[in-house]
């Protein structure tokens, strides 16, 4: 069972390096003599902000509202990140009292 | 040691945040039941902060390996367009060329796209020091952190919040570095619409087509508010100097939009 996973994972790893790869190494070789064409820029400059809200979203897939605790550890811990975010704008700083606020709630609400 | 010196003390910042943010990679990958070898393996080859998170449920949730492909593709759909900035600079680059684009991470990139590069110093190796640093910074941080991660005792439930917590910030920062909200509105609506419509498990790869459908969709909008905000912003250079009651009521009318 382990070498399955263990194989599974070595693979999804390898994958996961030659696309990232694939990606940083790609506008070198196409770009390299040429100018950007208009199209790709603009995907550029919009496509990091849609990405990220999509991030959020896949990381909040996994909320259920129909049943206890109702997404809530979750949704105070998200609004205590964007509130200390936007407050001192410290990325560490919003990242470490979001975790800490969301593992005490969930320990404590599903216990 | 020259290039050390000088560029030591540009990498700090991602020093710590890179520390930090690895280590709790290094944690969460050893909560997950993969220890320091995979840690090492992704945080050497991968070498990308988000996707590496993105990465640990991945492989924990047995994704298959085709979306694992589209997801690390359109998570690290960016880095495309760090290239696309940085041709020119690693231009000649050489034998360093392979390392440098490889080590491109967002951080990394924030410290050479600028191209300043002090006085004295080749550009190419200086941004190879830079980019080793940060490299070795991650690194460090993730060994430290799955080697931290199997001294845990106690309840660890829910600290994989720490990658949320981190893209919420990004988008945050986004958000408030930015007038022009409609991406980060497009992104958030189509993956909902998408996670309502096909699930938690499939939602990722058609929410990145529709996202890419609407943006395309809506490119001549923003490129026209784009061109008229730069106007506006070159028309502004002269009257810059606001004084301070300007920029707090202009953060009041912010606050509350």
Known sequence: ?????????????????????????????????????????????????????????????????????????????????????????????????????YMILLQTMTH | ???????????????????????????????????????????????????????ISLITGGASLVSIAVTTLMVNARHLFYGISMVDRYRGAGHKKPYLMHALTDETYSLV?????????????????????????????SVLGSLVGGLLTFNTAGIDFAMTA?????????????????????????????LLFFGADHFLIPAMILITAALTMKRKVLEQRDSFEQAAASQQQDTLTLDTKDISMFDNKEDCV
């Open chain 1, 1 to 101: 069972m382990t070498t399955i996973i263990s194989n599974q994972s070595f693979w999804a790893i390898v994958i996961m390096s030659a696309m990232t790869l694939l990606l940083r190494v790609l506008p070198f070789l196409v770009f390299g003599h040429r100018k950007t064409p208009a199209y790709i820029s603009f995907l550029g400059k919009y496509l990091p902000y849609a990405i990220m809200g999509m991030l959020v979203v896949y990381c909040l897939k996994g909320i259920t509202f129909t049943a206890a605790p109702f997404g809530l550890p979750e949704l105070i811990a998200v609004a205590l990140v964007v509130v200390l975010h936007v407050w001192k704008r410290n990325t560490l700083f919003s990242i470490i009292c979001g975790t800490v606020c």
């Open chain 2, 1 to 55: 040691m020259k290039y050390l010196k000088t560029a030591f003390p540009k990498t700090l910042p991602v020093l710590a945040g890179y520390m930090v943010l690895g280590m709790g990679f290094g944690i969460l990958l050893r909560v997950n039941g993969y220890g320091i070898l995979w840690a090492l393996a992704m945080s050497i080859f991968i070498y990308a902060g988000s996707m590496q998170f993105v990465g």
């Open chain 2, 113 to 141: 796209c600028t191209g300043d590069v002090p006085e004295g110093l080749q550009p190419h190796r200086y941004y190879l020091t830079i980019s080793a640093l940060n490299h070795t910074y991650w690194v460090m941080g």
């Open chain 2, 166 to 194: 981190l893209f919420v910030t990004v988008f945050v920062e986004q958000w408030l570095t930015t007038k022009e909200h409609r991406p980060a509105l497009i992104g958030v609506e189509a993956s909902v619409l998408c």
